[in-house]
């Protein structure tokens, strides 16, 4: 007995709705680290890492059949730009409502409280740097600096030319040290 036209139809939609969980779940598996720093050094909040990366792989998972394939971890990073830019929109309408200080950090127990003293405090100064470059320069000098990608891949990730990437790390360079010595300056109480 053959099956019928909407069997073979059924096994067919199941065929391809497991290809895409395959390749969702590989897409998860092989960026999901890579993703979560990235949201990170964009400026989303460490209490709101875990849900701006779930978003991520939910836009990746409605949008599967439109991801490019070799094109994958370009999608995924532009998706966290967008993320990271919406979350810390959101973050700035949330203070004006509520102390971010009421909120405890998380706190690692397996770190000396002068060592975590010192942590928090070097992301913070990180955090704050990062925070006062402006979007474009601060994807390309993280993608640079601290996820130690070459000039060539993060054109391809960015779909820009290598000269503008590195006009970009440029000036985020300039930018990133003037704005650390300005940090610094503020931190030791010396106003410049």
Partial sequence: MRPSGATALGRADAVQTSRRDIRLRELELENFQFIWRSLRRLGVQPDAVDDAAQQVFVIAARRIDDIEPGRERAFLFMSAVRVASEARRTRTRALGRADERSVEGIVDPALAPDELVREHEERTLLDTVLNSLPEKLRTVFVLFELEELSSVDIAELLNIPVGTVASRLRLAREA??????????????DKR
């Fill in 176 to 189: 990133f040290h003037k704005s650390a010595a300005k940090v610094r300056a503020e931190a030791s109480g």
